[in-house]
């Protein structure tokens, strides 16, 4: 596959490996934040930690829009599915996620509602225009990187003059959240050295909006592309900013981003959604001007209004520990939910419910660590 | 005058007729049904004598049953259909114990309003699969429920056989030390399923893998029957699933290389647009064997002369491990575990 | 939710609809937010749509980049 392999290959691995060994200050630990779930994922997948030295440590951040999704808009969608009108349209990761009492949209289909799988919005188009007297809902997620398909079948959807498709929005923004989780570091716990920025997002929105990073908070963040070889590269452009006592925004995945961006992206965007006064995050809590909903004048294909849903919050499990987790406070295996009563087949919180969230990711490919270091732990003692 | 009048027998419509409630009531159009589909497919001694049961000669030896149910959706699909699956895929459980499969019965449960063209397709394609395999099916069942109450249509089948003597391979015998090997690429038929599959549609040229294993199975037993420990075939859940379960019952775990593992690069590919893992991909048509480690090389061998074991290959070791986990060196050269499956293997988009 | 992946632009169809191929798998997508699509160009595609071009001389370049990185410690 092109432009997959290449940077997949393991002898070029070794040798970013060797490089990144010879170059790290052993009198220092670097601790990097990679934003994006997909990088969660990548890292986990291919066993990139095995490849880095003892001294630099990865914290998974909150960038997964599955794992932020709050109960109280899962309950909504699952209200919406329970309308015998309605049909659901979602992408497949939201299947499992928990919802209040035990339910979930899995559970609910089983249970008769209306609810279908899709691989896109063009998917969701395409049923409700084959299927005229049902209400179709697509249930929106995802950053920057997934807003503008959902911009475009709205924008369709107004063109095709389909009275029966509406969408529940619940489209997040990448730099604000980015800051809510620098604004909240406090201590040697949450130190963070650096962000690697997200590969898709940053197609879409450009290089510009990560600038804050170093201007605010002076710390790099380096846009990475999606194979571990990209990653490998972009944390070895890191620590030799951090080395050479730079701060700067740079972009290792040059081959699909730009400094501005994708304009056309950004201009549909800009105009089917509005910015909301502030959203709430599963486990970082209500974010101000981070997410989206329907402009006004889309507002006849906003579920939200069609629908009249007013979201009531849910509370997670008290004993959850996703909030801290998301900031890089504490990780997985400081919870004392991990792997007993929450895991992958029961996700009590966030972290644990998609495969690109840190629980899930260190559960799904990594736990496997935690023998060696318990050894270790328990012969120490 | 002609007093004895015979009513005309009219042929089923197999161009434009369809399964109703009559077909299952018991009565003539039930056994027309039966006559014109599925034994005109099945063509056996034991259909032509017509009883609800075969009489059969016990053979000597251990015999070894299995049962099976077959839902699989779409019902035809590339490189096969629910039919010819179910024919390989209950030879294929007899097989992986070392028996040989001697017969099979096929239960059909057909939704009202099925059309017959393609229920003689499948019947048509199920009596080659059984004649290819030298395995008749010897008996048979038929339901008919009303429309809505079964997705087309549903086969339940059973299979008997008969193990060899002093052979007895089991999930609980894997021992630290012994070899996996795989017979071919992995992942081929959950691939060619879910390209027909709606909202999925892509364009590949994957065929499944169906087919019966039995004749590989036998060869490998042949040459080195005492050195195998288990046989598995990867079906719902992949090569994960199985190597989970054989670690679990044999409370070993398992080291394995990712490079060695066979992929073809469309099932790579179509696995990287879904992000799916062909680790967790169905096969229908493929075993994994553990092994003494000194057979191995032999094993591959005999596995390699197989037309369906060309691609086999040696993928790893068991090793000891309480907590039973299955390692795996990755492409890239860091370490994962593969864990069992949570759930349905939904195709991800994050 | 960030799961994208480089494609080849295979044939243009109506609609601002292109058919991409990736490693012999082919599918239908929207490239409606890409401008100056052609046949032969790579493409980010993200749950059927085209996010962006993919830049081979910048892809060569970062490549390159790599090489140098692991030629230049001969590991242990």
Redesign the interface.
């Known amino acids: 596959m092109k432009y997959v392999d290449e940077y997949r290959d393991p002898k070029l691995a070794k040798g970013v490996a060797a490089t990144i060994a010879a170059e790290v200050d052993p009198g220092r630990t670097y601790r990097f934040m990679e934003f994006c779930g997909g990088h969660t994922h990548a890292i986990s997948r291919y066993g990139v930690e095995d490849m880095l030295p003892k001294n630099v440590a990865m914290i998974h951040g909150p960038g997964c829009p599955v794992c932020v999704l709050p109960v109280g808009r899962i309950d909504d969608a699952i209200r919406l599915a329970s309308d015998p009108r309605v049909t659901l349209c979602t992408y497949a990761d939201l299947m499992r996620v928990p919802a209040s009492r035990g339910t979930s949209l899995l559970k609910a289909r089983a249970a008769g509602a209306d609810i279908r799988m899709v691989y896109s919005t063009l998917d969701a188009l395409r049923i409700a225009e084959a299927e005229p007297d049902r209400e179709v809902v697509f249930l929106a997620i995802g950053f920057e990187t997934t807003t503008p398909p959902t911009a475009l079948a709205i924008k369709q959807a107004k063109t095709m003059g389909l009275p029966n498709f509406s969408v529940f929005c619940n489209h997040v923004l990448t730099p604000v959240a980015m800051r809510a989780i620098l604004a909240g570091e406090s201590g040697e716990a949450t130190r963070l050295d650096g962000l690697v920025g997200p590969a898709h997002v940053s197609t879409v929105i450009g290089a510009r909006p990560y600038e804050f990073v170093a201007s605010d908070y002076v710390k790099p963040v380096v846009i990475s592309g999606f194979e571990p070889l990209d990653v490998m590269q972009s944390i070895l452009m890191l620590i030799r900013q951090i080395n050479g006592g730079r701060c700067a925004i740079e972009n290792q995945y040059v081959r699909a981003v730009t400094s501005d961006g994708n304009a056309r992206a950004q201009k549909e965007m800009a105009e089917v959604f509005d910015l909301r006064e502030s959203f709430e995050w599963r486990g970082l809590g209500l974010v101000p001007h981070s997410a989206l909903r329907l402009s006004d004048a889309f507002a006849a294909f906003d579920a939200e209004r069609r629908f009249d849903i007013h979201t009531v919050a849910a509370a997670d499990n008290p004993a959850c520990e996703c909030g801290a987790i998301l900031r890089g406070a504490k990780k997985p295996t400081d919870c004392r939910l991990f792997g007993s009563l929450c895991t992958p087949e029961t996700p009590m919180g966030s972290c644990m419910v998609s495969s690109e969230g840190s629980c899930a990711a260190h559960y799904v490919y990594g736990r496997f660590r935690d023998r060696s270091r318990a050894r270790i732990e328990r012969a120490a003692s | 005058m002609n007093l004895v009048m015979k009513p005309v027998r009219r042929k089923l419509d197999m161009r434009n007729g369809r399964v109703d409630l009559s077909h299952g009531s018991g009565g003539r159009a039930m056994a027309q049904l039966v006559s014109d589909i599925f034994h005109e497919a099945f063509d056996n001694d034991w259909l032509r004598r017509n009883d609800d049961q075969a009489s059969l000669d016990a053979p000597a030896g251990r015999l070894v049953m299995t049962t099976d149910g077959y839902v699989v959706s779409p019902l035809f699909f590339p490189g096969g259909d629910i039919g010819s699956l179910s024919v390989h895929g209950t030879i294929n459980d007899i097989a992986m114990a070392g028996a040989t499969p001697k017969y099979l019965s096929a239960s059909f449960i057909i939704e009202e309003g099925f059309a017959l063209a393609e229920l003689q397709r499948i019947a048509q394609s199920m009596g080659e699969a059984s004649r290819a395999a030298g395995v008749p099916i010897v008996t048979g069942d038929t339901k008919v429920v009303e429309r809505g109450k079964a997705d087309g249509v549903f086969i339940s089948t059973a299979g008997v056989g008969v193990l060899p003597d002093g052979l007895s391979l089991s999930s609980d015998k894997a021992r630290p030390g012994d070899a996996v090997l795989v017979s071919g690429s992995m992942g081929d038929h959950g691939v060619a399923i879910m390209s027909r599959r709606e ?7 994957i065929l499944s893998d169906s087919a019966a294993l039995h004749g590989l199975t036998a060869s490998m037993i042949a040459v080195a029957g005492g050195a195998l420990r288990v046989m598995r075939d990867p079906t719902r859940g992949g090569l994960a699933a199985a190597l989970n379960e054989i670690a679990h019952q044999s409370n070993v775990g398992f080291a394995i290389a990712e490079d060695m593992i066979p992929v073809k ?2 099932v ?3 696995c ?4 799916l893992d062909p680790l967790y991909v169905a096969n229908e048509g493929k075993l994994m064997a553990i092994c003494a480690p000194e057979s191995a090389e032999t094993l591959l061998g005999v596995m390699r002369a197989h037309p369906l074991g060309r691609d086999a290959a040696l993928i790893g070791h068991v090793v000891e491990d309480e ?1 039973n ?1 299955v ?1 795996m ?9 593969v ?1 069992w499956l ?2 349905e293997q ?5 | 939710m960030c799961l994208a992946i480089p494609a080849q632009v295979t044939e243009l169809l109506d609609d601002n609809m292109a058919r991409i191929d990736m490693g012999g798998v082919s599918k239908a997508i929207c490239i409606a937010l890409v401008e100056d699509v052609e046949v032969g160009d790579f493409v980010v595609v993200h749950v059927g749509y085209a996010l962006s071009k993919i830049d081979a001389e910048e892809a060569e370049r970062t490549l390159t980049l790599l090489r140098e990185v692991a030629a230049m410690e001969t590991p242990s």
């Open positions: 909202n999925l549609e892509f364009g590949v040229e690069p469309q790579a590919a179509a990287e647009f879904l992000g907590r986990f390692e060196t990755t492409h890239f050269g860091g370490g994962r575990i864990d949570s759930g939904l195709p991800r988009i994050c």
